[in-house]
């Protein structure tokens, strides 16, 4: 097996990532967890992972990488444990769980849809969510981060982190390892000691979390890990032991310039299948059948560009409100202080435990935003099955930046009071200058449902282009559906308009007034050839 030359972060606990998964999963790091009473007592693993990094070049070909990782976790405070393997010695930090909630809310992907009506409706005084030949525009909606020698283990370091027992460790061989692990109660499946193996030949060093005696689940806090590498990578393959199938993985990269997957596809959505008029409700479903056919491994780029959304979001500029303030507005604040209430900081006053797991992580964070430039957020969904290969990581210095806010057109065409604007044909006009056309749908149209058929848009390909990217330059392009999209699009409009104003159930779309001598013209010539 080709050994890894990156640094390698997996959460190998179950992470609820902010897409949007309805069931929270109970998970303790896949099989790296305390030995299940029973065989079918095995929890469910992860759903979804979040990860950050932060890069700064060191060196040619080498970074400064600071890693911070979420976790969530439901289920025995006894029973949690999580392992994530990294290439170079790592020192070890608490996060905060709003460093997250920042990046998302900074760089999810917005739909904003603005609806015109084109001509004149013959029911011109009703509305009907369209503006009167004014631009309606309809709010944007989110799309659907030591001592030596234990039996030939070196334990690098061992010490309380936060609410966690920490310890780092690495073995020569992979027995040792897993013979550790065991004695630790650390549970190994059969898969994950195969998998065991391959990390110990590529000699890494392994982070083992679990929660100190009288620490609460409530308690539990992302993890930061800094230390010196070729870039990220983030290893699925020990997240395909505990993997539930499509998972989420949302990657966030603060560096001097836009990050592209070096070992994975890069691709793009076909946006004609985004649900416009639906707020984007199937972008997640699209994503992840993009991600599918280009073969499993590929991530969709969400956002590149500055960090300056993120100015200020951690930290606000005249410093951190009062307590009562905090309770009110800041959630994490108020479920550290009614763990206080319950007696779970012992000898800590209230200030010393927000100072130490609140105000610093986010004055550490709030700094890391403002010293990086450019931010890079990118997303997949994958099974473990698709698992194979660890995704790596590099800088592009020349590729553009990628906005978060995708809008489009939706244009009634009513014609000359030929259509009412319950029954005429729709026009979407597309981010990329496609044109996407429906008819209004049966009954009462568009006044009574706001979904037309999507049966003939569905049938088209969710990926539009995928590229193996380079440093510099767009890279090679492996997948381009731009022409079966076009073939379909042409298609669908010939459907609803006939191509060229032809008849839509029963009535017709009048041609603008200057084309119609020319028609004429072409008539009359053709019965003059016969």
């Known amino acids: 097996m080709k050994p890894l030359r990156d640094v390698s972060i997996a959460v190998l606990a179950g992470v609820t990532a902010f897409a949007g998964f309805a069931n929270q999963a109970r998970a303790c790091g896949g099989f790296f967890c305390d030995r299940p009473n029973v065989p079918t007592d095995l929890p469910v693993a992860q759903t979804g992972e979040n990860v950050l990094f932060a890069m700064d070049a060191t060196s040619p070909g080498m970074y400064r990488l600071e890693a911070h990782i979420q976790i969530f976790y439901t289920g025995p405070a006894n029973r949690f444990s999580w392992v994530v393997p990294v290439d170079a010695l790592p020192t070890l930090d608490i996060g905060n769980n709003a460093v997250f909630a920042a990046l998302d809310r900074a760089t999810r992907p917005q739909l904003m849809v603005t609806r015109k009506r084109e001509g004149t409706c013959s029911d011109d005084q009703r509305m009907v969510g369209f503006g009167g030949g004014a631009a309606d525009s309809t709010g944007g909606r989110a799309a659907p981060g030591a001592n030596g020698g234990d039996k030939g283990v070196d334990v690098?370091?061992?010490?309380?982190?936060?609410?966690?027992?920490?310890?780092?460790?690495?073995?020569?061989?992979?027995?040792?390892?897993?013979?550790?692990?065991?004695?630790?109660?650390?549970?190994?499946?059969?898969?994950?000691?195969?998998?065991?193996?391959?990390?110990?030949?590529?000699?890494k060093y392994f982070v083992a979390l679990k929660l100190l005696p009288g620490k609460m689940v409530n308690e539990i806090q992302p993890i930061v890990l800094r230390f010196e590498a070729r870039g990220p990578c983030v290893p699925l393959r020990l997240t395909s032991v505990?993997?539930?199938?499509?998972?989420?993985?949302?990657?966030?990269?603060?560096?001097?310039?836009?990050?592209?997957?070096?070992?994975?596809?890069?691709?793009?959505?076909?946006?004609a299948k985004f649900d416009w008029l639906g707020g984007g409700s199937n972008y997640q479903?699209?994503?992840?059948?993009?991600?599918?056919?280009?073969?499993?491994?590929?991530?969709?780029?969400?956002?590149?560009?500055?960090?300056?959304?993120?100015?200020?979001?951690?930290?606000?500029a005249g410093g951190f409100p009062s307590l009562p303030i905090l309770l009110q507005q800041d959630p994490e604040v108020m479920q550290i202080f009614q763990n206080?209430?319950?007696?779970?900081?012992?000898?800590?006053?209230?200030?010393?435990?927000?100072?130490?797991?609140?105000?610093?992580?986010?004055?550490?964070?709030?700094?890391?935003?403002?010293?990086?430039?450019?931010?890079?957020?990118?997303?997949?969904?994958?099974?473990?099955?698709?698992?194979?290969?660890?995704?790596?990581?590099?800088?592009?210095?020349?590729?553009?930046?990628?906005?978060?806010?995708?809008?489009?057109?939706?244009?009634?065409?009513?014609?000359a009071r030929e259509y009412s604007s319950c029954n005429a044909p729709m026009r979407i006009s597309l981010p990329d200058g496609k044109s996407l056309f429906f008819k209004a749908p049966d009954g009462d149209g568009w006044c009574g449902n706001p979904n037309p058929d999507r049966s003939?848009?569905?049938?088209?390909?969710?990926?539009?282009?995928?590229?193996?990217?380079?440093?510099?330059?767009?890279?090679?392009?492996?997948f381009d559906n731009r022409g079966k999209i076009g073939?379909?699009?042409?298609?669908?409009?010939?459907?609803?308009?006939?191509?060229?104003?032809?008849?839509?159930?029963?009535?017709?779309?009048?041609?603008?007034?200057?084309?119609?001598?020319?028609?004429?013209?072409?008539?009359?010539?053709?019965?003059?050839?016969?």
Request: with cysteine; glycine share 8%.
């Open 340 to 415: 206080f209430q319950a007696g779970q900081y012992q000898g800590m006053t209230i200030d010393q435990v927000l100072e130490a797991q609140v105000f610093k992580p986010r004055r550490a964070a709030q700094a890391l935003f403002d010293s990086h430039p450019k931010l890079t957020r990118l997303v997949t969904f994958i099974s473990p099955e698709e698992m194979r290969v660890d995704p790596t990581f590099i800088e592009n210095s020349s590729l553009p930046d990628v906005s978060n806010l995708r809008t489009a057109d939706a244009t009634l065409l009513c014609g």
């Open 242 to 271: 505990a993997s539930l199938p499509d998972l989420r993985v949302n990657l966030w990269v603060l560096a001097q310039h836009r990050i592209v997957p070096e070992n994975y596809f890069e691709i793009t959505i076909n946006e």
């Open 456 to 478: 003939a848009v569905d049938q088209m390909p969710s990926l539009e282009r995928g590229w193996k990217r380079e440093a510099i330059g767009e890279g090679a392009l492996r």
């Open 156 to 203: 690098a370091f061992r010490g309380n982190v936060g609410p966690f027992d920490a310890v780092v460790v690495k073995a020569d061989e992979p027995g040792k390892l897993k013979a550790w692990l065991a004695e630790n109660m650390y549970y190994l499946s059969e898969e994950g000691g195969r998998l065991i193996d391959d990390y110990v030949l590529e000699q």
């Open 285 to 316: 479903q699209l994503l992840t059948e993009a991600a599918n056919e280009a073969g499993g491994n590929a991530f969709a780029v969400e956002y590149v560009g500055p960090t300056t959304p993120l100015k200020e979001t951690l930290v606000p």
């Open 487 to 530: 073939a379909a699009l042409a298609a669908q409009e010939k459907a609803v308009v006939g191509g060229c104003g032809c008849a839509v159930g029963g009535r017709s779309l009048p041609a603008p007034l200057w084309l119609l001598p020319i028609g004429a013209a072409v008539v009359f010539r053709r019965r003059w050839r016969r």
